[in-house]
């Protein structure tokens, strides 16, 4: 599966004004277009068209302080934040009976924002998991450990996850990728750039301080953080790089259960495998072989005090943003780094972006009631099929490629599915547990919950109908295991207007249809054409 976002782009409008007829403008005189209004009328779309399309949103629109990029696409985003809050807020004063998603969603809101609380509760909340951590004698605690924290939502040394079979869609599997590192890729150990070199330095700095601030003597923090930067650099020696992750048939590997041991003999897996709840399998996919076996290499060389340190640094800085302030303020003051933002985000975004990570789906319900109805479903479905057709008319068109590979990518075109809006059936949410115990423990109470959620498909029916995104996103994906794209109603959102009125020329050049097409045309990309229609890993281009 990949996902895409979508930005918006300046040109838009000169787009809407040619891309067709349909439904009659319904759109308020009144109201301001958000691109019309940042045009630069001044500029001759003929000699300088970057300018003419976007040299008014500059000149209007430095980039704030809390952003990396502004453009129309954050504009959505800032709606969507807006109406997620007021959900929000009306779901924590509705005195909604326990167990329903107004609760469920209310107590979340109501603890991510209680700073006071959050601040007196100190590491308090976060204690029991460090207890755990701090008990760790030996490689075996240490990787049943791992196991209960990436229930919780902390994963470190490696990925693993549920997932469709590449080669056999109709299965769950189970599958162990690459991971455990810090940075956000392997190339960030290795660089000698000046500016690479620095992010290195301050890595460390930050895993120290992060340390320091659950109650680490400073010196002893401080070698603990570059005894944690060298076995992380140990681990991306034999991390693929990213052009290589792309390589779907390089990445399967499925082996027997009985064969991970002669793979990676130090982590127990029947241990690990039990203790995350995975069962009733008889075989895994691995992605990446020899970065397994350098692990095991690593586990046996590295002392247990390093790894306790690791532990517990990914630990508190993953829940970082349920901690005390100064836990948060100093994961940010790091990412600056990479995100190029100025400012933290104020709380309530914060709040928000939280709630979507663990119950996006169930604030999405509430989303769709509100903001986007069964006929601007139905309105968008119909544009699928008109951008399927053009599609299908350009493939029928093309010199280069032959009739038995264009009759399979017909095949594939028509049987790709479309998932507009919102699901057709929600996720029960019944058995999620959110109260008002601690920010940080509805965190652990909702990772948990969607982990367990996940391991239970191992041994069903690849559920179709589900979607991997939220109704509220504005983003967009295509799935090619699924043979599917899926367009969040979020996507169609065109700042300050309800669907109801626009025309179809509007949204269309608003994004709408270009963001049809880009999805589709990742079915036949340098990653979807390895999949056929079936979303099998198969080679079908001839």
Known sequence: MRLHLVVLAGTALSLSLISCGGKKSKIDSKKEDALAANLDTTVSPGEDFFDYANGGWIK???IPGEQSAWGIGNLVI????????????????????????????????????????????????????????????????????????????????FSDFVTQDDKNSEIMTYKLW???????????????DSATVRIREEYVKYIAHILTMAGDEPTAANAAAKNILALETKLAQSSRKLADLRDSYKNYNKMAIADLGKMNASVDWNNFLGITGVKNIDSVIVGQPEFF??????????????????????????????????????AFNFGKLFSGAKERKPRWKRAIQSSENVMGEMLGQLYVKEFFNENAKKRYEDMVEAVREALKDRIGRLTWMGDSTKQK?????????????????????????????????????????????????????????????????????YNSSNNEIVLPAGIFTVPGYRDEELDDATVYGYGGASTIGHEITHGFDDEGRQYDDKGNLVSWWT
């Open 409 to 477: 990518a017909y095949a594939k075109l028509a049987s790709m599915k479309k998932k507009v809006g919102y699901p057709e059936k929600w996720k029960d949410f019944s058995s999620m547990e959110i109260g008002k115990e601690s920010y940080l423990q509805n965190q652990v109470s909702a990772n948990t919950w969607l982990h367990n959620y996940e391991i239970n498909k191992l041994g069903k029916p690849v559920n179709r109908d589900e979607w991997d995104m939220f109704p509220q996103t504005y983003n967009a994906y």
């Open 178 to 192: 690459q991971g455990g590192l810090g940075l956000p890729e392997r190339e960030y150990y290795f660089k000698t």
């Open 60 to 62: 209007k629109n430095p």
């Open 293 to 330: 076996t350098a692990l095991d290499n690593v586990l046996k060389k590295t002392p247990v005090p390093d790894w306790k340190s690791y532990v517990k640094f990914n630990l508190i800085s993953d829940f970082s943003g349920a901690l005390p302030d100064k836990f948060g303020i100093a």
């Open 78 to 157: 800032e709606e969507n934040l807006k109406r997620l809050r007021e959900i929000s807020e009306k779901a924590a004063g509705s005195g909604a009976p326990k167990g329903s998603a107004e609760q469920k969603i209310g107590d979340f809101w109501t603890m991510a924002m209680d700073s006071a609380k959050i601040e007196s509760d100190g590491l308090k909340p976060i204690q029991p998991w460090l207890d755990k951590v701090n008990a760790i004698t030996d490689i075996k605690t240490l990787v049943a450990t791992v196991a209960e924290l990436k229930k919780a939502g902390s994963s470190t040394l």
